[in-house]
């Protein structure tokens, strides 16, 4: 009897060993595979965080994995040692489905680094300004992704809502100024809480998204819309989108006031006079301020730019057949137009480094295979210099010399500007912040 409840013990703790030792077997190698990433997320200048991105505190993680299988960007987070750690951050776009998955509330979610500091307006827990009664929601406060800012528009005109409208000489109670996905989902809130509303956008309804290239993807997420319900939308496409939000407004009758760009806003007499370049004056109680980031095109400042045949968005490739194209940059927006553009052109694809970095990785994927088969022609280490009727001239970082290219159309991806003229201006403050813990809904 005694032998056998031995054997039994020995033949338990010998299963539970090689349990035990199957298991932390399988923890080193995961490990060694995160960090085989993470260098080689370094050599690419994938590994510094550029925008939104996760912080972990490793004295609260209890290494649950929850994180890194809730992003749906895959391989930003992975677990190291035991604890979290990130991968490619410089790919994380703030989708903060980690901040949510994590049961211990261990992550927070930052904008900006020790070394690199972002420009922000000062926004409170309401969405509201320094100035009180303007209010910003969206990519402008420091979230760029479209779940995140449809939830912040509405949740701005729900605290506007709260403080109601009071009787007074100004037309509207609110104004929204941008109608991409912020503006979209606050004017929707609007009218669901019967706060009259004008929303003037400066281009066309969906700001940002619709200068996307047709088929880019850009949504990954469900999301909760204003008199619409849920919405569950996975690789959805930029023009899916657009139809989305066009029946949501026109099933709500709600108009955007497109193609009205907003100079000025000025207090008056408790409320807001607002100017725009046509020469309309509006007045409202509460604005709402949803332009994003980008309130600018960077330029070049180089010769010929200002030619018509230049651009810096891509509104309708498909229109676009047999031209000599030079597209300049290399971030995704680069990439993505020269794609496109290279199904019925030829293309140039110019980038001042001398190779890719912080590309989305499905981007990083097509655009090496487009240069094995040839399909596009990449100049790296050369920055556009000249543009003239029929030729663009570039300069090598290398050498230094100037090379022509036949071209009859450029496109320019050099970023955008923060709007901080246009909101120093209206009196709000921005500051350069380092390390900045955004503030989120659970």
């Not at 510094?48 to 895959?74: F, M, Y």
């Not at 907003?262 to 807001?272: L, W």
Request: charged content about 25%; overall charge neutral.
């Amino acid at each position: 009897m005694l032998l056998e409840q031995a054997i039994i013990y020995a033949i338990a703790f010998l299963v539970c060993g090689a349990i035990i030792f199957i298991y932390l077997r399988k923890l080193k190698k995961a490990s060694e595979d995160v960090a085989a990433k993470i260098e080689i997320a370094k050599q690419e200048g994938l590994y510094e965080p550029v925008s939104l991105h996760p912080v972990i505190d490793l004295s609260t993680c209890i290494k649950s994995g929850a994180c890194v299988a809730a992003c749906p960007e895959k391989d930003i987070l992975g677990i190291l040692n035991g604890g979290g750690v990130l991968i490619n951050a410089s790919n994380c776009v703030g989708h903060g489905a980690c901040f949510h998955a994590c049961p211990v509330e261990a992550i927070t979610l930052v904008i900006g680094t020790d070394k690199r500091g972002v420009d922000l307006p000062h926004v409170s827990e309401d969405y509201e300004t320094n100035i009180p009664g303007i209010y910003i929601a969206g990519e402008l406060g420091g979230m760029g992704l479209i779940k995140n800012s449809v939830e912040q528009g509405m949740m701005a005109v729900e605290s506007i809502a709260r403080k109601g409208v009071p009787k007074g000489d100004f037309t509207y109670g609110l104004i929204i100024v941008g109608a991409g996905p912020a503006g979209i989902s606050a004017s929707l809130a609007a009218k669901k809480l019967g706060l009259s509303c004008l929303t003037l956008e400066q281009d066309t309804l969906g700001g940002t998204v619709y200068t996307f290239p047709r088929a880019k993807v850009v949504m990954t997420a469900p999301m909760e819309l204003p008199l619409f319900g849920k919405v569950k939308l996975f690789d959805t496409s930029k023009q899916e989108l657009l139809n989305l939000w066009n029946e949501a407004l026109s099933n709500n009758d709600i108009t955007i006031r497109e193609r009205t760009k907003v100079e000025e806003i000025v207090p008056e007499n408790g409320h807001f006079k607002v100017t725009t370049l046509q020469g309309d004056v509006f007045t409202s109680k509460y604005v709402l301020l949803a332009i994003g980031r980008r309130g600018t095109p960077r330029k070049l400042g180089i010769p010929g730019e200002i030619s018509e045949k230049v651009a810096y968005r891509l509104l309708d490739p498909e229109n676009i057949n047999g031209k000599e194209v030079v597209v300049v940059g290399g971030g995704d927006s680069a990439v993505e137009a020269a794609l496109l553009l290279a199904e019925q052109n030829k293309v140039v694809l110019s980038y001042r480094q001398d190779k890719f970095s912080r590309l989305k990785p499905k981007n990083r994927e097509k655009i090496n295979e487009a240069i094995d088969k040839q399909l596009l022609e990449v100049k790296f280490n050369t920055n556009l210099v000249r543009i003239e009727e029929d030729k663009v001239y570039l300069t090598t970082d290398k050498a230094g010399e100037e090379i022509s290219v036949n071209n009859d159309l450029v496109y320019i991806f050099a970023g955008g500007e923060l709007p901080t003229q246009f909101l120093e201006k209206a009196g709000v403050k921005i500051s350069k912040r380092f390390g900045y813990t955004m503030k989120k809904h659970k």
